[in-house]
């Protein structure tokens, strides 16, 4: 009986490679971990850095005027970001941040 190797594929790995090529669908993550994970900052950094593995982190960190082991820094798990530098990534995201009230819940 023989063993047959797969290459197995990671989700992110999988994820990363969907959104390749496609701006709309990165926003569109991104806007989705910011609604569903706004308490969460490791998992909006988490799906950033998604975008920028998809996007390239040599020409993502151009894009955002920072050197690229910085930006690994920034966006690795425990990665914490001064506001300056965030603002610098959502530019080169070409997003914005806005701010609303909670949503009381009575």
């Known amino acids: 009986m023989s063993k047959i190797n797969k290459a197995s594929v990671s989700f992110e790995d999988d994820l990363v490679e969907s959104l390749k090529g496609d701006e709309t669908a ?8 910011f609604e ?13 850095r998604m975008v ?3 996007r390239g982190f040599k020409n993502f960190a151009q894009s955002a005027d920072l050197n690229r ?3 690994y820094r920034v966006l690795s ?7 300056d530098t965030f603002f610098k ?3 080169a995201l070409e997003l ?11």
Do not use: C
């Open 26 to 33: 990165q926003i569109e993550f991104i806007k989705a971990n």
């Open 36 to 48: 569903d994970n706004g308490d969460m900052p490791s998992v909006i950094l988490s799906a950033i």
């Open 52 to 54: 920028a593995e998809a």
């Open 69 to 71: 082991e910085n930006l």
């Open 77 to 83: 798990e425990g990665g914490n970001p001064r506001l």
């Open 89 to 91: 990534i959502l530019d």
């Open 96 to 106: 914005r941040l806005s701010v609303e009230a909670k949503v009381k819940v009575s």
